[in-house]
């Protein structure tokens, strides 16, 4: 299996803040990494896929780069309803792994 | 858009096998994957399986012996029959969506929470 290990684990932050996350695969997985938000009590919620698609209606304050193992989440200046858990997601081959989350709090 | 209801079994005992379905409505079951995905209290996602439109199947190996996923069609639905359950099944258990290409989830259930329990 392909492991998904996100940084930082939780990650304290001001309104306005530009915020990066990190994803690293255990190996390759060219650009089969996703991204998703989600908020207490919440169904996951599709921000990015294939590492830098924004996702229908998603605002442009959320952005991906990355490919190969190391991928990275911008949220450029965060929103208060930016404060939520974020995990990333292989899609290059089942098991469709997801990273541990990142809990983006407010500092 | 694409909408997804998953039924409420609420609690299972130990031992016992897990049953939900999926009810999909704005769009054809026949099109896309058909996936579960769960999440322990407090945890982090775990993809449980999927079926295509075709009716074939996937699974996470950490679970495949106990998983089965299936069609119905004629109601537009798609099911998850879990065996042998444990307190560590204890979940929110999410139905979800994915298209032909790269496997993102983009249409998600609201989640229903299974528990064991006697």
């Known amino acids: 299996d392909i492991q998904m290990t996100q940084s930082p684990s939780s990650l304290s932050a001001s309104v306005g803040d530009r915020v990066t996350i990190t994803c690293r695969a255990s190996?390759?997985?060219?650009?089969?990494l996703n991204w998703y938000q989600q908020k207490p009590g919440k169904a996951p919620k599709l921000l990015i896929y294939?590492?830098?698609s924004l996702q229908s209606g998603v605002p442009s304050r959320f952005s991906g780069s990355g490919s190969g193992t190391d991928f990275t989440l911008i949220i450029s200046s965060l929103h208060p309803e930016d404060f939520a858990t974020y995990y990333c997601q292989q899609s290059y081959s089942p098991p469709y792994i997801f990273g541990q989350g990142t809990k983006l709090e407010i500092k | 858009q694409v909408q997804l209801q998953e039924s409420s079994p609420g609690l299972v005992k130990p031992s016992e096998t897990l049953s939900l379905t999926c009810t999909v409505s704005?769009?054809?079951?026949?099109?896309?994957?058909w996936s579960w995905i769960r999440q322990p209290p407090g945890k982090g996602l775990e993809w449980i399986g999927h079926?295509?439109?075709?009716?074939?199947?996937n699974y996470n190996p950490s679970l495949k012996s106990r998983v089965t996923i299936s069609l119905d069609t004629s109601k537009n639905q798609f099911s998850l029959n879990l065996s042998s359950v444990t307190a560590a099944d204890t979940a929110v258990y999410y139905c979800?969506?994915?298209?032909?290409?790269?496997?993102?989830?983009?249409?998600w259930g609201q989640g229903t929470l299974v528990t064991v329990s006697s």
């Open positions: 704005g769009g054809s079951i026949s099109s896309y994957y």
């Open positions: 079926v295509s439109y075709s009716g074939t199947t």
């Open positions: 294939a590492e830098s």
């Open positions: 190996q390759s997985i060219s650009s089969y």
């Open positions: 979800a969506s994915r298209g032909y290409g790269h496997a993102y989830f983009d249409y």
